[in-house]
């Protein structure tokens, strides 16, 4: 059934069945994995390190050990055509407010093992576990930088860059803040 609204013609879907196919038709124009299944669990990063994975200063209590996301909206939110390599992880301290705040849960890319553009990613340096925001200034140069500036940034040379283990990089956030009421 179609209509016409001025210069513009209004297509309507004749069944349920043409509105499923239209929006498979989507899901495939997009790349994206038409999945049955109808959730998918993104569990928590291990790290078999003798550190806390923090985004500055402070202890991690994992609180959360994984979550559940719909499978069609997991894989529209990372981009991508599974959620293989994703973890989660929940952010501690206040070194990337206000971008990252304390207890936001973190979606990372463990397959992103080494720095490849700008952007925020979880790292391993000098035994220390941290988020930072990384920025190439030059081919010698790497910027290790705190979005709170009451942290100072960290300069990384050519020759110290083998020093920094990326764990992967940060996709995004959602942000979890409890209100405690008893």
């Known amino acids: 059934m179609a209509e016409r609204a001025g210069n513009l013609l209004v297509v309507y879907p004749q069944t349920q069945n043409d ?3 239209q929006a498979e038709q989507w899901l495939r124009a997009q790349k994206l994995k ?3 299944q ?12 003798d550190a806390n994975l923090s985004s500055g200063t402070g202890q991690m209590v994992p609180m959360v050990t994984g ?3 719909d499978a069609q909206q997991a894989l529209m939110l990372f981009g991508r055509q599974s959620v293989e390599g994703i973890r989660l992880w929940v952010a501690q301290g206040d070194a990337m407010a206000p971008t990252i705040a304390p207890r936001d849960l973190l979606f990372i890319d463990t397959q992103t093992k080494s720095f490849s553009s700008d952007g925020i990613y979880a790292l391993v340096m000098h035994e ?3 988020i930072k925001r990384i ?3 030059d081919t010698q140069r790497l910027m290790l930088k705190s979005d709170n500036s009451a942290y100072e940034n960290v300069q990384v040379d050519h020759q110290n860059e083998a020093q920094i283990r990326v764990i992967g990089r940060v996709l995004c956030t959602l942000p ?6 008893a």
């Open 19 to 21: 509105i499923v196919e």
């Open 34 to 36: 038409v999945d049955a």
């Open 38 to 49: 109808p959730s998918v669990h993104v569990p928590r990063l291990d790290l078999v390190v």
């Open 67 to 69: 979550i559940d996301l």
């Open 128 to 130: 220390t576990v941290a």
């Open 135 to 137: 920025q190439r200034l």
């Open 176 to 181: 979890l803040a409890f209100k405690v009421f």
